[in-house]
């Protein structure tokens, strides 16, 4: 899922990519408006590249992996952790415009620590 894409871009492959993107045309929109409704109206393509890259990079970790994602206990950690982390960055002056990457990293550890300590 991750893959394909990545080398279309790499491979600057016009068709592949416009194919894609228009198989997609849902995926597009809903990416696009996650990210001015999370982010706001600043950078909306940068973070909904940044959104689409989390989602596939997402996917193919947990496949690879073997690890458990979609249960309840996790869901919830993972959110009371994120609105913690977005209450955290958002009164810190150095973090504010990393909120997307700390959030992204913070995934990370969470699934890790979850499928490694806690399953």
Do not use: C, H
């Not at 080398?7 to 849902?26: C, E, T, V």
């Not at 809903?30 to 973070?47: E, L, S």
């Amino acid at each position: 899922m991750f893959w394909e894409p990545f080398i279309a871009l790499i491979s600057l492959d016009i068709n592949a990519i416009i194919g894609m993107l228009a198989n997609n045309l849902f995926w597009v929109f809903v990416y696009y408006a996650m990210a001015y409704f999370f982010f706001g109206p600043k950078n909306t393509i940068r973070n909904t590249l940044l959104i689409t890259a989390y989602n596939w990079l997402a996917v193919e970790f947990v496949g690879l992996l073997g690890w458990v994602v979609l249960t309840g206990t996790f869901l919830g950690m993972n959110y009371l952790v994120r609105l913690s982390a977005v209450m955290y960055t958002e009164n810190s002056q150095s973090l504010v415009k990393r909120t997307p990457f700390v959030l992204i990293g913070i995934w990370f550890v969470l699934i890790f620590v979850y499928n490694v300590f806690m399953r």
